[in-house]
């Protein structure tokens, strides 16, 4: 059975850092698609180069970076092979993905990765800027921090295996809950549980 990685939850919480070494070990060698990555590299390739509109570039490095994920997928599917990619799921229609590799009999692993509070995602999303990281709009980060646990509330029988993990001290990830199966292989204790558990996640809290 093929497996897909997903790497999620809030900007800042160390996806990108992490995404490579939070993978089981037999799939340490398997390539994690960076959307985020792919679309600044995109952006530094067509900004001013294929056009002087740094809207236009944005929108043309947007579809480079849509076509290259879909095109990933559907060869993923088709050669029926792993595939990992990291991505925000706070709307329904990322899920939709999900679904899509369901239908083909894909195990689905899911690493969510948190940090306490919004202000921290916030001030790492800002730490990276200045040290020419990709820039992420307030709006944006807030979406993702509240709209992740939303979803992954609901949407939660989609995922096989999932493992929620608070990064807030950053770079040593402490693992909050593992679930497999809807089973609970292992757990801190519920009068432990951060914050954004017991208010945002009241079905795994149940």
Do not use: C
């Not at 490579?20 to 995109?42: A, H, Q, T, W, Y």
């Not at 969510?112 to 995602?121: A, D, I, P, R, W």
């Not at 040593?172 to 089973?183: A, D, H, K, M, T």
Request: overall charge negative; proline content about 4%.
């Amino acid at each position: 059975m093929p497996n897909l990685f997903v790497v999620t939850g809030a900007n800042g919480a160390g996806k990108s850092t992490l995404s490579k070494i939070i993978l089981p070990e037999e799939f340490s060698n398997l390539e994690v698609f960076d959307g985020d990555k792919f679309f600044v590299e995109s952006l530094s390739n067509i900004f001013p180069t294929q056009t002087k509109s740094p809207k236009y570039a944005r929108d043309m490095a947007f579809e480079a970076t849509v076509s290259e994920f879909e095109r990933l997928v559907k060869e993923s599917i088709e050669s029926n092979v792993s595939f990992a990619y990291e991505g925000h799921f706070s709307s329904e229609a990322p899920w939709q993905t999900i679904v899509r590799f369901r239908e083909f009999g894909y195990h689905i692993t899911m690493i969510f990765l948190m940090v306490n509070e919004l202000s921290l995602s916030m001030k790492r999303v800002s730490e990276r800027v200045k040290t020419g990281g990709h820039y992420v709009t307030p709006q944006e980060i807030e979406k993702n921090f509240y709209g992740n646990l939303i979803q992954l509330n609901k949407q939660s029988q989609l995922i096989d295996e999932l493992i929620i993990a608070d990064n807030s001290t950053f770079g040593r990830p402490s693992q909050i809950l593992r679930v497999s199966e809807e089973n609970i292989i292992e757990s801190i204790e519920k009068n432990k549980m951060p914050n954004w558990v017991k208010q945002y996640l009241p079905n795994f809290i149940q």
